[in-house]
């Protein structure tokens, strides 16, 4: 018996009383192993009519022909749509749509992206995770001119991973992602196991709304606002507010949990149940773990099999639990619903047993790695909270240089009051932690008064990239910086900063105390 059966089999009491309601099953339900044995195969029925209805993200249509080549017109536009009931919210989206439009391909395919921006202020788009080309990155005044109201641009690059990954905006992103500029990416590996269910995307995010279900100002909560990051009064799956779902007991799901906020951390409790942990940013772990909760910082991902394990009939509520994300992030917070959760009338099914391993994973060698620091840091000048690495804000770092080939090895501090999600662009990571799974990173939180120590292998892809806070208020006010993976066979540019976008308001530096 596989851990995943063994888990699911302690639930049996539960299923022992749906058998009994079953009536075709007999009176009394068999136990153990043996009412394992009684039970249909998961994997002969499918998931109960509509079960997914609420919570569909409408993918872009494909106008490519070539099964290999994901084609797609993007558009960023406002459009007014109903948050919350009998309310009309202007929202910034993709397509009209909130998410914007689901983009599935398979490791391999091509994607064409071909944007336009119908916004009133200057857009890019970031490919959050995916290992693209340098000028393809979306990051403005570094890898592309800033594309303004009316502008268009063509995106193009082979998805060369398979995961969950996310597309949003790279210029005054906390306020652009708050509005709504989102979607998902799905990178399919054909060669997954079908044990892990039907895939269910699910996408969290959440807006700062008032009663009447307009938008609050960009900067609503002012220097605790910067602090703090700003968390919205109203949560989202899909961006719905409280959605159903269908299940059937026994019935297996693939959740891809997307943390879309532009502050939030995501914690999701189902009461009776756990979640077979499957991986996150870069798709599938060394291991599936068994875990009690799904926790996302903003920026990550993570790929999970739920097994409802309720009698049929049944009717619970998945939810949002407050996360420790430092000083008085946990005080007197309640927690919110987020996704209703019905189990039909059906009889339950046995679930497929999930491998304990999953994927290979050799360690990146550090020997001779080459060693950086990156503390994060806060200060306050006057009325205004300036954030930064090592002491200094964006504006005023010079980049961080590596060269292509290299290996290096990244000590993360963070001796502030805050939990910092750590996210690196056009590389994945692994964290130099013998106690957890080893996986692939281009997220990871660095919790208040902590340390995390990274390796990443400049392999490939010179040009210049960003690192910052998923936290997008503290990225915005200068938790960020910029790094130079140098290819030293090709000619040196003018200057490593040619490129950079430099505001006309430079900040003074960040205090390290």
């Not at 532009?262 to 149940?273: E, Q, S």
């Amino acid at each position: 018996m596989t851990r995943f059966t063994a888990r699911l089999a302690a639930s049996l009491p539960i299923l022992a009383l749906a058998l009994s309601a079953c009536g075709d099953r007999g009176s009394s339900a068999p136990q153990g192993s043996a009412a394992m044995a009684a039970l249909e195969h998961a994997g002969a029925v499918s998931q109960p009519p509509a079960w997914d209805d609420d919570l569909k993200i409408a993918p872009a249509q494909d106008l490519n022909p070539d099964p290999h080549v994901l084609e797609v017109n993007l558009e960023a536009k406002p459009v007014e749509l109903e948050i919350l009931p009998g309310k009309k919210t202007t929202v910034w989206t993709y397509n009209g749509q909130l998410p914007g439009p689901l983009l599935r391909a398979q490791v391999g395919d091509r994607m064409i992206v071909h944007f336009k921006n119908s916004l009133p202020v200057a857009t890019t788009i970031h490919w959050h995770g995916l290992h693209v080309s340098n000028e393809m990155d979306g990051a403005p005044g570094v890898t592309q001119p800033p594309i303004e109201p009316g502008g268009e641009f063509r995106y193009e690059f082979v998805l060369r991973d398979a995961g969950t990954y996310w597309y949003h905006p790279h210029i005054d992103s906390a306020a652009q992602v708050g509005r709504g500029l989102y979607g998902p990416i799905v990178v399919e590996d054909p060669n997954d196991p079908k044990a892990f269910g039907d895939d269910l995307v699910l996408m969290l995010s959440d807006m700062s709304l008032d009663e009447d279900g307009q938008p609050l100002p960009d900067d609503n909560g002012g220097q605790f606002g910067d602090l703090f990051g700003r968390e919205g009064s109203t949560l989202l799956v899909n961006g719905k507010v409280r959605p159903h779902l269908k299940v059937r007991t026994g019935k297996q799901q693939r959740w891809r949990v997307i943390d879309a906020a532009r502050a939030r951390y995501f914690n999701l409790r189902l009461p009776g149940h756990r979640f077979m942990r499957l991986g996150g940013d870069n798709g599938l772990a060394a291991r599936s773990a068994d875990v009690y909760s799904v926790v996302v910082a903003p920026g990550e991902r993570a790929d999970a099999v739920f097994t409802p394990t309720d009698a049929p009939g049944s009717h619970k509520v998945l939810q949002w639990v407050p996360v420790d994300r430092g000083y008085g992030s946990t005080f007197n917070r309640p927690r919110e619903d987020l996704l209703a959760i019905d189990t039909v009338d059906a009889p339950p099914v046995a679930p497929d047993p999930i491998p304990e391993t999953l994927r290979n994973i050799e360690p990146i060698d550090v020997s001779g790695a080459t060693q950086q620091k990156l503390a994060f840091t806060i200060a306050l000048d006057g009325r205004s909270v300036v954030m930064g690495f090592n002491g200094l804000p964006y504006e005023r770092a010079p980049p961080l240089e590596a060269r292509l080939g290299e290996t290096q090895v990244w000590k993360l501090v963070n001796d502030t009051d805050f939990a910092h999600p750590f996210h690196l662009h056009g590389y994945f990571f692994q964290v130099l932690d013998a106690a957890r799974v080893p996986e692939w990173k281009d997220t990871i939180s660095v919790p208040s008064k902590s340390e995390l120590t990274i390796a990443v292998k400049f392999d490939e892809r010179p040009g210049m990239w960003m690192y910052h806070c998923h936290i997008l208020d503290h990225a915005e006010i200068g938790m960020m910086g910029h790094l130079h993976v140098i290819d030293p066979a090709a000619p040196a540019p003018p200057s490593a900063l040619t490129h950079m976008h430099m505001p006309t308001h430079v900040p003074p530096a960040v205090s390290s105390d």
